[in-house]
């Protein structure tokens, strides 16, 4: 038993390392040497990283369940108190390992990828910001400090999607996320000052506390819940606010790695596994959550079955997978959507960053058609990517068999229908993700010009060791059908409450695992025959196809119904409100005003010349007119 | 005593650096003189309780000079204080006609601000508030733009028209105290009118008020005012002298006619909803950029004024709050308009693009002075919107959905305005355009580090503002009162 007190004062290291990495690397930005940013800002991910596992030992030990550390009020405005204070428990804890680990290996891995950018330093600041503000997030004892962590989140993730901010289309694809995300914060903001007016505070513990009172399906925890969801759908994607996840892949691809793929984007997730108690009330919303993320989590699978752009393929994969994470969350499975995140993390950064050497070995080339047999040439890359292919499809002993088995067995505790629509979704990932693998690694290389070659060192060590995660991550959380203890479910059952389900028989557990691994199999076996056995290429962009073909490869052309419906309306009523009601109607019905009083004085002149009190009688008098045509008009 | 130093030292300093011919050193005397009455208006908040009045009492050529001061007036003495010196710093090194002339009506329109916020009685406050007005209006006449006589005539005539209903209110308010009359202030607010007087009494102030602010729909003077001014112009009209309205309203509405407000308050609140969502929607497709900014503070003095009205606790710290944090964010940005015109030589932002190429650390610095403008946590413009929009969602939460779309329409023209100032690789054009030199971080340093260190720790400022959004809690609190018991 060791005191958790005197330990968790360092846990405002953890943020820390990253702001100073931040404060360093941006001001000395001129005058840090070639990769002198990149080692200081591994460094200090690394830092906080030791320091995120030491305070895990440290909480594991104490035998506490969690742990509140506060810095100073930051406001506090009548009854509106707001300390800047962190929560370590264990849900923060799972959080900061993956945010600080993951983030650190992809930070050692941009020092690889970024070495030729002439901005390299900027890159690593922003980095090194959006850790921060990530740590932020998770670690804030109270709504407020957790939106100062989303709004940050949002903030970097918009410069490092316009990174390169020469190319017009990123910079709208910067923006676009932003708007998008901040549409959400809107919901998220309003959801907070409800919860504010209903328990007279924004502090976790506190609103919990008071919410265990509630009762079940009470209308003002729906419409917190709901609001709060609006947020989460903003940041992690969900259907209608995702359009602009896979328009992010603008950005540098360590940033889809660390911030669209392995932490932001789960943001929204997480912060609804830390309301649990909330949602468990609010029955109404957890069936919006099912609707939502099984709806995302299919529409987005096919979408990516017909994408060819290898981290379009990936960016849609990733929302489709949030989708998983949303239906677990609907089902009241809340640690299965966090060990999702988990297992996910590992796997899905893991493809980011094989998708980047891949990538950097064919000169910047995206497109998987172009690609094709770099098996041989590239050894590392390949078997990575093979080890994540396997991973996100839900092979078993992969981690991601483990996570996702636990979502689709919750699935079919509610309803068998859940399950088969679930399971659709799986083989659909599993078939895109092998056709991805397939036409990247298999078959004769199709571009001439390009030589690819393995990537160095500093970019392959993170690759191997995100496999190994990737391997063997799932078994953190061994289910009892396998003899296992659900560790990593108990382990987080002290910081959420996920609700009862009915058990089902291990017997049919056992049958559903043998059916969804047949049909996998038969749909590698798929893929397999299409682009190795024959070896089929997508058809080039233009080429004549089915009117359904046609729709999934322009995504269902959301983006142009969105363009249609809001953007090009939203810029005529710019336009409208300014050149006819400003200009036209308001103005000009001023000068209106105006010239009548002119005219007025000169009749009254013609009458009384010279006379003053005549023309401050005219002076009123249009005023008084100007006023009463102002409040009719 | 201190009171009356700060009201007359910009005047006698002003009309001291008439007989001055170098240009330099009128600048420098004038900052100086700025630099003083900011530092007496701190010794000012550190030697008296902020809510403690203090009136000197002074017999000026027979007029009765009343000053004083409560939490309301202390902050915008604080404001005005703060932001004259940068507003003075922005000249220099610049060519400037009749220099000596200019800094003279820039420091006649600091002492006419600074009688407006300390007048104790409605005659001295009528005085200064038109006084605010000549000097104001030869700065945009002669130091302004393009077509900067019809612009001014048109702001000069719309402004004093609704300063002469201002007038006929206070004449009628005066004439309804008993005994000798009096125009002090202490007697105006004691005076209970009638219900039915104050229904229609409450529009006769309020136009002045709404002008000046301004509230939709009587803001057509302020986006061709904006576009045309000078930028120390532009930054006295919208750093400081909206917030004449914000006080005006404060000052005479709340206290004098509360239930003529309670009366009108949600047509009023419906109107600032819409001037915040109207002028927001209308940003977005500008193509001058001050005019675009132009619409940019009227989205947020809207909310503020929607805050205003709403008139419970959290509304009104957060609009005391916001008071400071957007005046200092006007400032930043003109100043930042002008640099650009500078670069560029143009304000159409379809003409500029890829600035960032020649001109890094700017671009960094305009990235913060947007964040604050779309209100990103952590910075000052986070904490006075959030605030008001709780404020917002106590009264309905409809009206905070309306008033937060701000976030999202405020992120989009702002972000758009960036892009198209900053980003891209258009750069042939500005390929000899430097970077900030010292002058331009002396003046955006010290402006961005305050409005993010009231963002990190606003804790000072909201103890400050405590006490003046306790005395609106007051007035708001006896209003009520004088309702519930005329309706039992």
């Known amino acids: 038993m060791v005191a958790l007190i005197p330990y968790i004062t360092l846990a405002w290291l953890v943020p820390a390392f990253p702001l100073v990495g931040f404060l360093i690397t941006s001001l000395a930005k001129s005058k840090l040497k070639h990769n002198q940013a990149g080692i200081i800002a591994s460094t200090m991910v690394a830092l906080s990283f030791i320091t995120s596992v030491f305070l895990f030992f440290i909480l594991n030990s104490s035998g506490q369940d969690s742990a509140t550390l506060t810095l100073f009020n930051w406001v506090s405005a009548g009854d509106l108190k707001i300390p800047f204070a962190f929560l370590i428990d264990h849900l923060s804890l799972v959080m900061m390992l993956i945010i600080t680990g993951i983030g650190a290996l992809i930070h050692i891995y941009s020092i690889g990828y970024m070495h030729d950018d002439e901005r390299v330093n900027s890159f690593f600041a922003q980095m090194n910001l959006f850790t921060f503000s990530m740590l932020l997030l998770v670690m804030g004892a109270n709504y407020l400090i957790l939106f100062i962590g989303w709004e940050g989140v949002g903030f970097c993730s918009y410069l490092l999607i316009g990174f390169w901010f020469k190319n017009p289309a990123f910079n709208y694809a910067a923006r676009k996320a932003f708007v998008m995300n901040r549409i959400g914060d809107l919901g998220f903001i309003l959801g907070i000052i409800l919860l504010f007016f209903t328990f007279k505070s924004v502090s976790f513990n506190e609103v919990f506390a008071q919410a265990a009172t509630l009762q079940s399906g009470a209308p003002i925890l729906t419409l917190i819940t709901l609001l709060l969801l609006v947020g989460a759908v903003g940041k992690s994607a969900q259907i209608p606010l995702f359009t602009w996840l896979p328009d992010a892949m603008a950005g540098p691809t360590p940033v889809s790695a660390l911030i669209h793929a392995a932490t932001m984007v789960t943001a929204g997730i997480y912060m609804i596994a830390r309301s649990s108690i909330l949602y468990n009330l609010a029955p109404i919303t957890s069936n919006v959550m099912i609707v939502l993320g099984l709806t995302t989590a299919i529409i987005t699978a096919i979408v990516g079955l017909r994408q060819n752009d290898i981290k379009k393929v990936l960016a849609y994969s990733t929302v489709s997978q949030l989708g998983y994470m949303f239906l677990a969350l609907g089902l009241g499975a809340y640690s299965a959507a966090i060990f999702h995140v988990t297992t996910h993390a590992f796997f899905k950064a893991l493809l980011f960053l094989g998708a980047g050497s891949i990538i950097h070995a064919m000169g910047g080339e995206q497109d998987i058609r172009k690609m094709g047999g770099l098996r041989s040439k590239m050894p590392i890359t390949f078997l990575t990517f093979l080890i994540a292919t396997i991973a996100i499809s839900g092979i078993p002993p992969f981690s991601g068999f483990f996570s996702k088995d636990l979502i689709l067995t919750k699935a079919f505790e509610t309803s068998p229908w859940l399950y088969a629509f679930a399971l659709g979704g799986a083989l659909i990932t599993c078939f895109y993700m092998f056709r991805l693998f397939y036409l990247v690694f298999f078959g004769a290389q199709r571009l001439s010009s390009a030589h690819p070659h393995e990537s160095p060192r500093v970019m392959t060590v993170p690759l191997m060791i995100l496999s190994v995660l990737s391997l063997f991550g799932g078994f953190l959380n061994i289910p009892a059908l396998f003899g296992g203890d659900s560790g990593f479910e108990n382990f987080l059952h002290k910081a959420v409450t996920s609700k009862e389900s009915g058990e089902i028989h291990s017997a049919t557990e056992i049958g559903l695992i043998m059916v969804s691994l047949s049909l996998l199999g038969i749909i590698i076996a798929l893929a397999y025959r299409t682009y190795v056995k024959k070896s089929t290429v997508p058809a080039a962009d233009g080429a004549p196809s089915s009117l359904i073909a046609r729709i999934v490869a322009n995504k269902f052309y959301l983006d142009e119904i969105f363009a249609a419906l809001i953007e090009k309306p939203f810029g005529r009523l710019s336009d409208f409100l300014f050149k006819s009601v400003e200009v036209k109607v308001l103005d000009s019905a001023v000068d209106g005003v105006g010239t009548l009083t002119s005219r007025l004085g000169n009749l009254v002149r013609r009458l009384q010349q010279g006379n003053i009190s005549f023309y401050l009688f005219a002076m009123v008098a249009g005023i008084l007119l100007f006023i009463i045509f102002i409040l009719i008009v | ?488």
């Open chain 2, 1 to 488: 005593m201190i009171l009356l130093i700060i009201l007359l030292l910009p005047l006698v300093t002003g009309l001291g650096i008439l007989f001055l011919r170098n240009a330099c050193t009128v600048r420098i005397v004038a900052l100086t003189s700025t630099i003083v009455n900011l530092v007496l208006t701190f010794v000012l908040m550190g030697s008296s309780p902020a809510a403690s009045f203090s009136a000197e009492w002074t017999n000026l050529m027979g007029i009765k000079l009343a000053l004083g001061f409560d939490g309301i007036s202390l902050l915008m003495l604080l404001l005005t204080n703060l932001l004259f010196p940068f507003i003075i710093l922005a000249g220099f090194k610049r060519e400037q006609k009749q220099v000596s002339v200019l800094n003279f009506l820039i420091l006649l329109t600091q002492a006419a601000l600074i009688g407006v916020f300390l007048s104790q009685n409605a005659f001295l406050f009528y005085i200064f508030w038109e006084l605010t007005l000549i000097p104001i209006y030869f700065i945009l006449l002669l130091w302004g733009g393009e077509n900067s006589r019809a612009v001014t005539l048109k702001f000069f005539i719309y402004t004093l028209a609704g300063s002469l209903f201002l007038l006929i209110g206070i004449i009628y308010l005066v004439q309804l105290t008993p005994g000798i009359h009096s125009t002090d202030f202490s007697v105006l607010n004691q005076l209970h009118i009638p219900a039915a007087t104050q229904i229609w009494l409450f529009w006769v102030l309020f136009i002045a008020f709404a002008i000046k602010m301004p509230i939709f729909p009587f803001h057509t003077w302020q986006p061709n005012t904006y576009t045309m001014a000078s930028t120390q112009g532009v930054m006295i009209l919208g750093g400081v002298m909206t917030k004449m309205g914000i006080y005006g309203a404060l000052r005479f509405l709340f206290p004098m006619v509360p239930q003529g407000v309670l009366y009108w308050q949600n047509i009023v609140l419906v109107m600032c909803l819409i001037g915040v969502v109207y002028a927001s929607v209308i940003a977005f497709r500008q193509t001058n950029l001050k005019r675009l900014i132009a619409f940019s503070s009227m989205a947020h003095i809207s909310l503020m004024a929607a805050a205003l009205f709403i008139y419970n606790y959290y509304a009104a710290q957060g609009l005391l709050f916001q008071v400071v944090t957007h005046g200092l964010t006007v400032v930043a940005l003109f100043y930042m308009v002008q640099l650009i015109q500078d670069k560029t030589n143009t304000l159409e932002l379809p003409q500029m693009g890829g600035l960032k190429h020649a001109a890094p650390k700017m671009a960094i610095l305009l990235l913060m002075i947007v964040l604050v403008s779309v209100a990103l946590p952590l910075t000052g413009g986070f904490i006075g919107e959030f605030l008001i929009i709780i404020g917002l969602a106590k009264q309905s939460i409809w009206m905070a959905l309306f008033g937060g779309t701000t976030m999202i329409l405020g992120a989009i023209y702002m972000l758009y305005a960036y892009q198209r100032i900053m980003l891209g690789d258009k750069n042939i054009s500005f390929k000899n355009t430097t970077d900030l030199v010292r002058l331009d971080y002396w003046m955006l340093i010290p402006l961005i580090a305050i409005l993010f260190i009231l963002g990190i720790y606003p804790q000072p400022i909201l103890n400050l503002v405590e006490v003046s959004a306790n005395t609106m809690q007051n007035l708001l609190t006896s209003a009520t009162g004088i309702v519930t018991t005329m309706s039992h």
